[in-house]
């Protein structure tokens, strides 16, 4: 069974920032894609950054030199710098990850660490 685990969401004030972090654990081969996206309420879910195993990346572009996204490919973790916050940022954010896990390739999610940017 694999299982993202989230962490790092909380209140700031606009200007701040918050690191988020996400592991993967369980049956796991390899993961080739990981990233993280966010839903706002009353919003569909967006993207926000993607990061291959190799490291090439990509961003959405309300996010451009504000969040920053690396991972550890030996810990099976991915994590989000965010700085520069803004209140329009406010949402839930969800780890994802492309995973070769014993049971075969599928997309696993995280259950979501929300964060609240006040103005």
């Known amino acids: 069974q694999v299982q993202l685990v989230e962490s790092g969401g909380g209140l700031v004030q606009a200007g701040g920032s918050l690191r988020l972090s996400c592991g993967a654990s369980g049956s796991i081969l390899v993961i080739s894609v990981m990233g993280w996206y966010r839903q706002a309420p009353g919003k569909q879910r967006e993207l926000v950054a993607t990061?291959?195993?190799?490291?090439?990346?990509n961003y959405a572009d309300s996010v451009k030199g504000r969040f920053s996204i690396s991972r550890e490919n030996a810990k099976n973790t991915v994590y989000l710098q965010m700085n520069s916050l803004k209140p329009e940022d406010t949402a839930v954010y969800y780890c994802n990850a492309r995973i070769v896990s014993t049971q075969g390739l599928r997309d696993y999610w995280g259950q979501g660490t929300p964060v609240t940017v006040s103005s």
């Open positions: 990061i291959m195993r190799g490291g090439s990346i």
